[in-house]
């Protein structure tokens, strides 16, 4: 038991300062990126979704999305990460910068796979 609340503490401290991380890195873009060019900004992260070369905007808005359903069901979370992991480095075959993002936000989502009980949930604090 007690390896598995330390396996559960290293996967939440992993997942907050990688979430912590991304937060820190794209969120003061985002806001400056609004200020300067307003509302038509809204437009350009929904295109950033279309085109995912040399803009992190897509991933890591995805990762974000796929980190808070991480809290309620393990499972599609991470599958949303690692799919988004995927697509980055796929789109950026020929920009290795982009592993900067993915291998943490991967790591994050095998993480929490590998904690599924045989159920298919995740262990929740007081079941450890």
């Known amino acids: ?3 598995r609340k330390g ?3 290293a996967k939440v401290i992993v997942g907050i300062v990688v979430t912590l991380f991304f937060a820190l890195s794209f ?3 985002l ?4 200020v300067e060019k307003g509302l038509p900004y809204l437009g350009d992260i929904a295109r950033s979704f ?3 070369y040399d803009d992190p905007t897509a991933f890591i808005l995805s990762y974000f999305v796929g980190y808070i ?4 069901k393990a499972l599609p979370g ?3 990460i690692i799919l988004a992991c995927i697509l980055s480095v796929v789109f950026n075959l020929d920009n290795m910068g982009f592993l900067i993002f993915a291998l943490p936000a991967l790591a994050v989502a095998v993480l929490y796979l590998t904690d599924l009980n045989k159920t298919g949930k995740t262990l929740t604090a007081h079941e450890k």
């Not at 806001?31 to 609004?34: A, D, G, M, P, Q």
């Not at 359903?69 to 309620?72: A, C, Q, S, T, V």
């Open 1 to 3: 038991m007690a390896i």
């Open 7 to 9: 396996f559960f503490s």
């Open 27 to 29: 969120i003061p873009k």
């Open 31 to 34: 806001v400056l990126e609004f």
């Open 50 to 52: 279309v085109n995912w």
């Open 69 to 72: 359903l991480l809290w309620w």
């Open 78 to 80: 991470s599958v949303l």
